[in-house]
């Protein structure tokens, strides 16, 4: 069975991944992520039934520090990377629809 | 100027850690010579391989001088000291630009260093720059790079492997002695391969990632590329051991690496990971064959295995690996650091910073990992990929219940032209068909340069080993660099060889 993703789905994907797609790169990245689908298709089919799935290489738990102050990077190393900031926080373009 | 490869003439001192340490501890070398020559070689020759992002000569010099005043006061520089070390640009360094090879965070200096930074840096190691890599360590030749690939060395017409290729040619090249780089599929291990130097993926956890910025999560784990065994075993050394600073990091001791070099392989089991075989090229499997006869002859007892279930973690890779990172690069949304370009609102900014700031690999995976998290594939990719994931670790410890070590090809292929596969994301995809499984399983690995091919390219035999197993997998590293081809090993002049 070949995998095709069509381009209505990748521009979607593209929508959840907040990735700016034009129409042409929608028509290569379907191609090219069927194909990429396609040979994951094995795994699909494989039967592992009962099977329980692996997320971590560790037997982990939660690692819990001691709940105590202690230093951290200061406010200005933290916004110093920032592309923008404004009165001591980032600032961001507007984030809902209305008009002021 | 040498007219071959091998080890050019009058460098040998600075193609090995261990003796350029014990000759600055001594007094006999001065960091600051080890300094400046390095920086010279770079400065002439680097422009052509391009294994820098950028280089910290005045850092260099300034740690040098400290190293250098440290002896004369009798005081210990540290086992690595006046090493030249060269630096993954994925691995935070503060107040230094660390790219990830991307525009996205071109020109952004992280606030505070990586663990793995700050234990070299103790160990008087002297820090060159920051290497060149596939964008956010996604590739297998260092071609997906925003700066433009690095040549292989060997030859400058081919790649150097990825995503650490900078890393592994830095050090093929004699422009470090050590180099870190991080491996989530296979990115330390092949570009050593087709480079000719040592590279080790250490179990997951033994190695701090805090700092090292993060691809997937559970896959990825910080290890050292050297020219020889005994040196990448001294920096793995260093850089291992429990880091608070991330709670994926063992506790408990590390184990005795350096040590493991001396006990040979009387009786240590070998496996030959049958199924690989059928994949990899003549010479590659060559390698592997005549690196079993190499162990046997060493006293450790060969059987061929049956893991096919091992050749099912390309695919489930493919899936896990674009998931984590498609939660992994979220962080990139014109907020915080690094690129932002504007639009009308949040999510036209983020998705116009995202669409400018990552290269066509990163933004495949980041959809391909969006979509098969997304709701009604979960299940059938995802979920369906981690219950590979199991098999794999299961079929592993079928083999290990009988023997100590595994052994197989390295990488499919010697090292490739450039530009051969940067058309069919497939086909690269396949240079990591034999390093992922050991990443899905948080097993060590190690790539250990061991023949030449019949244009002269070096060719790796890889070990595998079980979870902290590292000293079983130095130990028949060791036996195999001993019986391998001579001039199988870095450093080279570029082009020197075909």
């Known amino acids: 069975m070949a995998v095709e993703l069509t381009v209505a789905e990748v521009r979607h994907v593209a929508r959840l991944a907040r990735l700016e797609l034009s129409a042409e790169e929608s028509v290569h990245v379907a191609g090219q992520l069927s194909a990429i689908l396609d040979h994951v298709e094995a795994v699909r089919a494989l039967d592992l039934e009962g099977i329980p799935a692996t997320s971590h290489p560790l037997e982990l738990v939660n690692v819990l520090r001691a709940d105590e102050v202690r230093p951290c990077l200061t406010r200005e190393e933290v916004l110093g990377g920032a592309p923008a900031v404004e009165d001591g926080r980032f600032a961001v373009p507007r984030i809902l629809g209305e008009t002021p | 100027m040498s007219g071959a490869g091998g080890p050019r003439p009058g460098a040998e ?7 350029i340490a014990s000759r600055v501890r001594s007094g006999e070398l001065r960091a600051a010579d080890v300094a400046e020559q390095v920086l010279g070689d770079v400065e002439s020759r680097d422009a052509e391989l391009h294994c820098f992002n950028l280089v910290t000569g005045e850092a260099m010099r300034a740690a040098a001088a400290e190293v250098d005043r440290l002896v004369a006061t009798g005081a210990d520089p540290g086992p690595l000291a006046g090493v030249p070390v060269a630096l993954k640009d994925n691995l935070c360094t ?9 525009r996205m965070l071109e020109g952004w200096s992280p606030p505070y260093d990586a663990t793995v930074v700050r234990r070299l840096v103790a160990a008087g190691a002297l820090v060159v720059g920051k290497t060149n890599l596939d964008e956010f360590a996604m590739g297998s030749s260092t071609e997906n790079s925003a700066f433009g690939p690095t040549r292989n060395p060997w030859d400058t017409g081919r790649v150097p492997g990825g995503s650490s290729g900078g890393s592994a040619a830095a050090v093929a090249a004699g422009f470090a002695a050590l180099a870190l780089g991080s491996d989530t599929g296979g990115s330390i291990r092949q570009p050593a391969a087709l480079c000719g130097v040592v ?4 179990t997951y956890g033994l190695v701090s990632r805090y700092g090292l910025v993060a691809f997937a999560s559970s896959l990825d784990q910080v290890g050292p590329f050297a020219t020889t065994v005994a040196d990448a075993a001294l920096l793995l050394e260093t850089i291992a051991g429990h880091d608070e600073m991330d709670s994926t990091s063992l506790g408990g001791p590390v184990p005795r690496l350096t040590e493991a070099l001396r006990s040979g392989v009387d009786g240590l089991r070998v496996g030959v990971v049958r199924d690989f075989l059928a994949d990899a090229s003549a010479d590659c499997v060559a390698a592997v064959r005549n690196g079993a006869d190499v162990l046997s002859r060493a006293g450790a007892s060969v059987e061929d295995v049956a893991l096919p ?5 390309l695919s489930a890779y493919y899936l896990i690996a674009p998931a984590e990172a498609s939660s992994n690069l979220a962080r990139y949304d014109g907020v915080r650091y690094g690129l932002r370009v504007d639009g009308e609102d949040v999510e036209q900014m983020n998705a116009r910073t995202r669409a400018a700031g990552f290269g066509p690999e990163v933004r495949r995976r980041i959809m391909l990992g969006t979509y098969v998290l997304s709701a009604g594939y979960y299940d059938a990719y995802y979920a369906q990929a981690q219950r590979v994931r199991t098999l794999v670790a299961r079929a592993f410890a079928r083999a290990y219940e009988h023997v100590d070590v595994l052994l197989a090809p390295t990488a499919p292929s010697v090292a490739f032209p ?5 058309e069919d994301p497939l086909e690269m995809y396949l240079a990591d068909l034999f390093t992922i499984p050991s990443n899905l399983a948080g097993h060590p690995a190690m790539s250990v340069p061991f023949a030449l091919d019949g244009q002269g390219l070096p060719v790796g035999v890889q070990v595998l080993a079980p ?8 130990r028949a590293g060791v036996a195999l660099e001993s019986g391998a081809t001579p001039g199988a090993r870095g450093p080279v002049r570029p082009g020197a060889v075909v």
């Open chain 2, 94 to 102: 503060k107040g230094v630009p660390t790219t990830c090879s991307s």
């Open chain 2, 467 to 474: 979870a902290l197993g590292e000293v079983a997998m130095l």
């Open chain 2, 199 to 202: 590279g080790i993926k250490p």
């Open chain 2, 309 to 313: 279930e091992l050749l099912h973690g």
């Open chain 2, 418 to 422: 450039l530009g051969a596969k940067t």
């Open chain 2, 13 to 19: 001192g600075l193609s090995d850690a261990a003796s």
